[in-house]
């Protein structure tokens, strides 16, 4: 592995994540992620203002360090009816809401935007730190875009992702002089035998990618457990794990009625598991 990735540094095609003399990455709340641990939290989904509000300051109490919701969830099947307002996401409203639920618990903002129309004030203005989903780990029009924006994004993984095409895909916004970026590892596609040792679970845990990265690049990187293992009962132990191979931070999905969320109901986390993680930081 090492051979293939020296061998792209040579030829020039990675260049700038690659290079351990540079710092990346962007305040979180009080703390400088890379410099100390970091949790982010929150539900899956945003389902009402009073929701997302409330759920933002019980979060608060429990120190995290920035609240992540989703107003734009992109589904696997297309959702065809809509419930009290969200449809794959309350959308517009959505985002209105979490920047209340940010001005009331005091939390700094992430959430996904879907593409490039999203790049403009009306939804930036509401964002504090933009996450790109899997979906989007190599839309690079999108990514070539987001280089040249002043503000700080966590990268999802794709599924299918290999070390070489995660620092690809951050060479390209780093390419464009964006360098407040973070990458998120949240679980890869597993082998037959994985999905007959845990039928539900989603995703295969890919925790050996931490310190595989950080042989390579410093830009931090943050472990997301929820969809890594897409079952509540494996998020608290893969979240202890993840930090003891040295994840620069979690984000975590954790609802005030985990198994009623609107979406991903089987993997949210309730408040109890939340002050059990936030344990493993001191
Ligand atoms: C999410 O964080 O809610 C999400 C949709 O994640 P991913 O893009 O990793 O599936
Ligand atoms: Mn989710």
């Not at 020296?6 to 709340?29: A, H, R, W, Y």
């Not at 890379?34 to 759920?55: K, Q, R, Y």
């Not at 407040?180 to 597993?190: D, N, T």
């Amino acid at each position: 592995m090492s051979d293939f990735i020296n061998k792209l540094i040579q030829d020039n095609k990675l260049q700038i994540s690659t290079d351990m003399d540079k710092s990346f990455g962007f305040k979180v709340g009080n703390k400088q992620l890379g410099e100390e641990p970091v949790l982010i939290a929150g539900p899956c989904s945003i389902e009402s203002e009073d929701m997302i509000v409330d759920w933002s300051c019980k979060l608060s109490e429990v120190g995290i360090d920035a609240l992540r919701a989703g107003a734009y969830k992109p589904c696997t099947f297309p959702v065809r009816k809509e419930v009290n307002g969200w449809k794959e996401g309350l959308k517009e409203s959505g985002l209105k809401f979490l920047k209340t639920a940010s001005d009331k618990s005091g939390l700094q903002t992430v959430s996904e935007i879907m593409d490039l129309r999203m790049l403009t004030n009306e939804y930036l203005d509401k964002l504090d730190i933009i996450q790109v989903g899997t979906r989007n780990f190599q839309n690079y029009t999108l990514l070539d875009e987001l280089g040249k924006i002043d503000k700080p994004i966590i990268l999802k993984r794709g599924t299918w992702g290999t070390l070489d095409e995660i620092l690809g895909a951050c060479e390209r916004i780093l390419e464009g002089g964006n360098n407040k970026l973070a990458i998120c590892l949240r679980g890869v596609i597993g082998g037959p035998s994985y999905r007959h040792i845990f039928p539900s679970t989603r995703w295969m845990p890919d925790l050996l990618m931490i310190p595989a990265l950080k042989k390579f690049t410093n830009i931090p990187i943050i472990y997301d457990p929820s969809h890594a293992t897409g079952l509540r009962e494996f998020v608290v132990p893969v979240s202890k794990a993840a930090l003891a191979i040295g994840a620069d931070g979690l984000i975590v999905e954790v609802h005030p009625d985990p198994s009623k969320s609107i979406s991903d109901p089987d993997q949210a986390i309730g408040l109890s598991e939340l002050i059990e993680i936030k344990s493993f930081y001191q």
